[in-house]
């Protein structure tokens, strides 16, 4: 059952929305006021806060505020009650991160809908967090344990036989315990960016204007000191227009890494792999093509978290996050994602972002 706090100061509709939605099998807290409902907030966690904007005591906004700064209760989907009438306090409520609002006098049917909407938001991202969970409980360990085997069993061969080793040996061992060590860290990074992502889709944490730069000069910053990047620079061939991006630019390296990863590790060294940015009117295209494996239209049309295509068969570093990540980022920033291949001839990915200039 599905609790919901209500905040009015006036009793006759206060009792009226209980009433409604008791009849609905929603279990209702009543509360007169702002401090009152802070009060009960101390001690129960509802699904859904619907409060009135003028109120004594404390008013609306006020209790917003107090919520949102508050670790336990800032992810609890809040809606205003305001006057028909009072677009500025409409604004203003939107304007301070409400979910939604509902305007007086309203009819069941609306604030029915309005309460559904938001809960089932809320069930859609618990869905999703519990996909990902079971994703991370099934890949987790064989994607962490591959690498670990590589650095404890290259760690107990030096210490087992250090005294009948050459220093060339062992150099070549360390060189084998840190590779393993990169690929952890690098494995760990990716399911980390999945949830950044995840996070500040949630907390709208990055709704301020975000402007970045793409150049060769930042490809190859971000780019180019990566472990698998980095054994192919000579296979590469940058011409990218500069430009001002609406884009994160934390996420915008992390993009361009993953893209250039994928197109790597996914095909032959001595091939090439062209790398291409240009702006076309208000937006900027970028593409970057690789002649490796390719991909059937099947997967392309399937990327999800944890799903690497061919993974048995070609037994590849990595988990699949790549393109998940990048297309879950680019949608986030209101670009795009286009992937065009054929099998065991080419891949192109086209990333178009918003351009800021």
Same mark, same amino acid.
């Given at each position: 059952?599905?609790?919901?706090?209500?905040?009015?100061?006036?009793? *006759?509709?206060?009792?009226?929305?209980?009433?409604?939605?008791? !009849?609905? *099998?929603?279990?209702? !807290?009543?509360? /007169?006021?702002?401090?009152?409902?802070?009060?009960?907030l101390e001690f129960i966690t509802p699904d859904?806060?619907?409060?009135?904007?003028?109120?004594? #005591?404390?008013?609306? #906004?006020?209790?917003?505020? $107090?919520?949102?700064?508050? =670790?336990?209760?800032?992810?609890?989907?809040?809606?205003?009650?305001?006057?028909?009438?009072?677009?500025?306090?409409?604004?203003?409520?939107?304007?301070? *991160?409400?979910?939604? #609002?509902?305007?007086?006098?309203?009819?069941?049917?609306?604030?029915?809908?309005?309460?559904?909407? $938001?809960?089932?938001?809320? =069930?859609?991202?618990?869905?999703?967090?519990?996909? /990902?969970?079971?994703?991370? $409980? @099934?890949?987790?360990?064989?994607?962490?344990?591959?690498?670990?085997?590589?650095?404890?069993?290259?760690? =107990?061969?030096?210490?087992?036989?250090?005294?009948?080793? @050459?220093?060339?040996?062992?150099?070549?061992?360390?060189?084998? !315990?840190?590779?393993?060590?990169?690929?952890?860290?690098?494995?760990?990074?990716?399911?980390?960016?999945?949830?950044?992502?995840?996070?500040?889709?949630?907390?709208?944490?990055?709704? =301020?204007?975000?402007?970045? /730069?793409?150049?060769?000069?930042?490809?190859?910053?971000?780019?180019?000191?990566?472990?698998?990047?980095?054994?192919?620079?000579?296979?590469?061939?940058?011409?990218?227009?500069?430009?001002?991006?609406?884009?994160?630019?934390?996420?915008? &390296?992390?993009?361009?890494?993953?893209?250039?990863?994928?197109?790597?590790?996914?095909?032959?060294?001595?091939?090439?792999?062209?790398?291409? *940015?240009?702006?076309?009117?208000?937006?900027?295209?970028?593409?970057i093509t690789d002649f490796g494996i390719g991909?059937?239209?099947?997967? !392309?049309?399937n990327i999800e978290t944890f799903n690497q295509?061919?993974?048995?068969? &070609?037994?590849?570093?990595?988990?699949?996050?790549?393109?998940?990540? /990048?297309?879950?980022?680019?949608? #986030?920033?209101?670009?795009?994602?286009?992937?065009?291949?054929?099998?065991?001839?080419?891949?192109?990915?086209?990333?178009?972002?918003?351009?800021?200039?």
């Open positions: 059952m599905k609790k919901i706090l209500i905040v009015e100061d006036e009793l *006759g509709l206060r009792e009226n929305i209980i009433a409604l939605l008791e !009849i609905r *099998g929603f279990e209702i !807290i009543p509360a /007169v006021d702002g401090m009152d409902a802070l009060k009960k859904l806060i619907i409060s009135d904007i003028m109120m004594p #005591y404390l008013d609306g #906004y006020e209790l917003f505020k $107090r919520i949102k700064e508050n =670790e336990k209760t800032k992810f609890i989907p809040f809606l205003f009650l305001t006057a028909k009438s009072d677009l500025t306090s409409i604004r203003q409520g939107m304007s301070l *991160g409400a979910d939604d #609002y509902v305007t007086k006098p309203f009819s069941s049917e609306d604030l029915l809908k309005a309460i559904n909407t $938001r809960i089932a938001k809320v =069930e859609s991202y618990d869905e999703k967090i519990e996909q /990902v969970k079971n994703n991370i $409980r @099934s890949a987790l360990p064989h994607e962490l344990r591959t690498p670990l085997i590589g650095i404890l069993g290259y760690s =107990e061969i030096i210490l087992s036989d250090q005294f009948d080793m @050459s220093k060339d040996e062992i150099i070549e061992m360390v060189e084998r !315990i840190s590779f393993s060590a990169k690929r952890l860290h690098n494995r760990i990074e990716k399911f980390l960016q999945i949830a950044d992502l995840d996070l500040i889709t949630k907390t709208s944490i990055v709704n =301020e204007s975000i402007e970045c /730069v793409v150049s060769n000069d930042e490809v190859k910053l971000s780019c180019f000191d990566h472990l698998h990047i980095k054994e192919r620079l000579h296979d590469i061939e940058l011409n990218l227009e500069p430009a001002f991006l609406k884009f994160h630019n934390r996420f915008l &390296h992390m993009v361009l890494r993953e893209i250039l990863e994928n197109a790597v590790k996914f095909s032959h060294n001595g091939t090439h792999i062209f790398v291409k *940015g240009e702006k076309k009117d208000s937006v900027y295209l970028l593409t991909m059937h239209q099947n997967e !392309i049309d295509f061919d993974r048995d068969f &070609h037994q590849l570093d990595g988990n699949g996050l790549g393109l998940a990540f /990048v297309k879950k980022a680019m949608n #986030y920033f209101d670009g795009s994602l286009v992937i065009e291949s054929q099998k065991n001839k080419f891949t192109r990915a086209a990333l178009t972002f918003l351009s800021a200039d």
